[in-house]
């Protein structure tokens, strides 16, 4: 924890243990990364990590990427909604959820050994066991890609579980109290050609 | 659109009609902040929009919060995650998605009416019909409660739908290709008082 990834608002709800806030971002399909471009940005990216290296990817023309290549801060968040929290106050209402930070400057990934790895390493964070069945770049994808890597050194994770908390004095009053759960939860594949069998680590997601 | 919401890589995938925006920050449970305080800082919070106003809401004690409120640029994007693109090269995988961004300078809004239509309306986004079957602020918890306004006018959206687009080269690829789409699944109700019957705001969710 540095003071930028202390949490400061509910401060019991802060986790700075490494193996959950890495356990968070291997859960969460997307993050949200914030730069600075004159003005702040946020732009859904997926990534994916590796050991203590989170990678980023896109095209070299990207505003994010070009600027990251050049040093700037970024802000990685990873989020994953767990539940509505429905208490018999409005103040009190909440979510269950559990949210990662990742802070810290990018370094582009030039290493072709490196790029190769962390662009499988994308793919199988959508789909783990995908990057096996499936083409790896070419040499000219590859020069369309860049890749940036941010070590995961200064990151911390926030995280809401369990009932709703309600002033004592609001206990009896006659609203219904407690948590829904959410979950993501995958849909019948739609194949480009139903002739194919679905892959076991598609089916695997649905059953 | 204005300069800054053009959406430059996939500009197919860009969306300027408010209607369409509006849709999207309505259906996204959260969305993602994005701030500078010396660095860049993503957060994710709880959005609600009133006609053409996006609210957020927190502790007046966080950062993040009276940062905005002294007339710092912020970034909201929310974005929806619909399915999982698996197209036969490495290269073209994707997701399906709905992400919109709004830009601006927020407003803290002073006025009692406001703040408190605001608070009704981030329940009821998190939760149709729950605002009604909750009990309202108190002047205390509406003192501890920041509300600001953030006018959805520069904004835009970027939306990805439909099978994953190979190269004609790699449409004969042993690859299994299509799309597993996503979509958040509420679970049973877990009730602090089991005594009491389950509403039937909560129940449409879950059936």
Redesign the interface.
Known sequence: MTD?TRV??HPERGRYERAEIEAILDAA??S?????DE??????M?HARVGGTLYLH??P???LLRRLERGA?????A?L?DG?V??????H?S?N?R?A?V?GRARLVSDDGEKRQA??AI?DH??PG??E??????EK?LL??MVLALPIDEASAKVRTG??VDEEE?EG?????????????????????PE????DY?RR??D
């Open positions: 930028p400061r608002r399909l997307v949200h990364v914030g730069f600075e003005r702040p940005f946020v732009i859904p997926i896109g095209s023309g990207s505003r801060d970024v802000c990685v968040t989020t909604v509505l429905l208490a018999r106050s409005q103040f209402h979510l959820y949210s930070v802070l662009l499988r793919v959508v789909l995908r990057a069945d499936s083409r790896p770049p070419s994808e369309a890609t009932m709703p609001d009053l006659p609203f219904w109290a407690g948590v829904v759960p959410l979950k993501t939860t995958p849909g019948p594949p739609e194949p480009v050609d194919l069998p679905v892959p598609v997601l649905v």
